[in-house]
C-alpha cells in the first residue's frame, strides 16, 4: 500500500522559500470531479437502478459503466440515447468508453460520508476540506481552498490551478478561493464558468476583442502597474485572484483560442453531448490540453433535474459516467505531459434522499430531494498513476468521508503535512490512501 | 380694581412685544463660490461592483449610458472568469475594437502631453495628478513614440484605483 510518510528531498519553492516536501508526491496531476450534483447511493455504486427507487422488481443493473464493473439492467432502459423508429426513448446504452472501468483499475470507496445533504456545503467540503456546515451562498468559502493550500504550500503558479464551474448559478463561480487572512485570493486557483464564458454570451462580450501584441501589452501593463503601485491597494483589499502579466496574457490568449477553435469545430466533446455536463467537461478538456495544470477540479450538476424528473436524472447519471470516462481517455490519449503521470478522483458532493417527492415523471416514476440520511451517504473513485486496485468499504461499512479529498491531493503532491497542519481542515480527515 | 391694573400691563406688554415683532428683516442673499470637488485617492476605500464598474467605464469611453441588457450581459461573463481583472481586459479590448468610443487622436495626445496626463487624471481618477505621476506619464509618452491614447486608457481603466471610489 502506498503511504504519506516518505521525506523527500528539500526543494525551493518559486517564492525563494526553501521547502521540505512532507512526504512523496504519488504524481504529477491531479483531476478532481465533483460528480454531478447529489448522487443516490442506489442507483450509481449499489447499482440497483429502478429496483430501489421505483419498486420495479428485477430491474437492478449498472448504468455507470465507464466507472463502475457490473452488467447492466436489461429491463425497462431508458437511461441511454434515442434510437428513433418508434423505439422506447432512451432505449439504447451509450457504449462504454474505456476499455476496463474504473472500479477495475483504481480505487472505489463504496460508502463515505457527506457533510450536508445541500449542494454549496458539499462542494465546499470537497473544495476546503472542512467542516463548514455554517457556509452561505453569494459568499466565498469561509475557509481556504485546494487551490490555496497548493498555491500556498506546493508553490504552484496560478495557471497550475483551475476550477471549471458548471455555470454562475448556486454560487459556484465562488470557489476558487476563500478570503481566509491566512491564504485568500492571492493563492486562489484560476477559474471559468465555462458553458457561459464560451458560450453565446460571452462571444458577445468577449469574442471581438483586440489580439494585442507583446509590444502593445507591454507598455500597458507598466503603465497600470505605475499606476497600481501609486494607490497602494492593500492584499486584504483584493476582490479577485492574482495572476501575473504574462499569466493574464496567456489566459486572454486561451480565450481567443477556443473562440477560433470553436469556429473550426475542433472543441473536443463526448459522443455524446446533450447536456450541460459534457459542455463543461469539453472545455475542462481544452484547459487541460492547452495549459497541462498541475490540479484542475470541474464541477457537473445535470443529474439535480432529480428532483423533479427521475427519468432525467438517470440519463444525466448514465452521462455523467460516460463524459467522465470521456474525459479520462482523453488525458490518456491527447495529452501526452499528464498520461499516466495523472489521478482523477470522482465524488459527489452529496447524495439523495431514500424516500421519493410526490413528483411523477413520464414515465411515472417518482423524484428524489435531498435533505434525510440517505443523502448523506456518498461514494468516490481515484483512478490513476500509484493508485492500487481496491475497494474499500461497503454498504453499512462508512470508510471516509468528503472532507477527506483535499488531504488527499495534498498527500498526492507531496505536502500531506503542511496540509494537514492548517487549523480550517477536519481535524478527523485525512489521506485516503491512508484509508485503504 | 386690582385686577383691572394686572390687565393694562398685560396689555400694554403684549402690544410693545407685537411692534418690536413686526421689525423688517433685511434682505441678506448668500454666495457660495464656484469650486470644484476633486477626489482624494486615500479615500477610495469603496471598490466598484461589477455593474458600477462597467456602466461607469462604459459611459466614460462611450458619452453614453450602457443598456440594462448589455450590462446585465456583461456583468455576468466577468463573473464567469475567475480572475476579473483578465475579463475586464478582455472586455475592454473589445470596446477598443469598436468605432463610436469618444476618446481624443493619438495627435492631440502627442500635441500636449501635459494636459492629456491630467486630463485622464480627472476623467479616470476624477483628481488631479501628483507632480510625480504627471512626471512620470510625460516623461513615458515622450520617450516611447509607440504609445497611444487607447494603451494610456487601457491602463487608466484597469487599474486598481479605477476599480476604487
Known sequence: MVTAGTVAAPYILPTGRMFARTNAPKAEYVVMVMFAGGVRQQESVLQRYLDDSQ????????????LFTGIAPDRKIVYGTDPGGGATRGSEPIPRILSQSMEDTGAVFKEMSAISAGHYVG??????GSLGTAQGLKTRPKYPTIFEYLRKHAGFAALDTWFIANGLGNSTPLLNSSKNEDYGLQYGGNMFAAPYTFGGVGREILGNGKPYSRADLDPMYFMKNFLDQSFGLNPNQLETIKNTDEEKTKIKEF?????????????????????????????????????KPKFLTLNMSAVDGCHSNFTGYLRSLHRADHSVGWLWNYIQNNIPEMSGKTIMIIAPECGRNLNPNPILDENDWYAYDHSDANAMRVWSVMVGKN??????????????KLTDIVPTIADIFGVYDEVKASPYLDPQSK???LRM | MHNSGKNITAAFVMTMLLIAGCTKEKNVTFGVNDKVVYEDKSLKTKRKSDAEYISILYTNLYQVP????????????????????VANEMVLSNYFNTSTLKIPKDSEMRADVAAFVEKCYKRFFLRYPSEGEKTFFINYINSNPNVSVEMVYTAFSVSDEYQYY
Open chain 1, 55 to 66: 419498486e420495479v422488481t428485477g430491474a437492478a443493473g449498472n448504468i455507470m459503466p465507464n
Open chain 1, 123 to 128: 462542494l465546499n467540503t470537497l473544495i476546503t
Open chain 1, 255 to 291: 480565450i481567443r483560442a477556443v473562440f477560433q477553435r470553436q469556429d473550426q469545430g475542433l472543441i473536443p466533446r463526448p459522443p455524446v453531448s446533450d447536456n450541460g455536463d459534457a459542455v463543461t467537461i469539453s472545455y475542462a478538456a481544452e484547459v487541460l490540453r492547452h495549459f
Open chain 1, 387 to 400: 493508485v492500487p486496485k481496491i475497494s474499500v468499504g461497503s454498504e453499512g461499512n462508512k470508510v471516509g
Open chain 1, 431 to 433: 489521506s485516503l490512501f
Open chain 2, 66 to 85: 450602457i443598456s440594462p441588457n448589455q450590462l446585465y450581459k456583461t456583468q455576468n461573463v466577468i463573473y464567469s472568469i475567475g480572475d476579473r481583472n
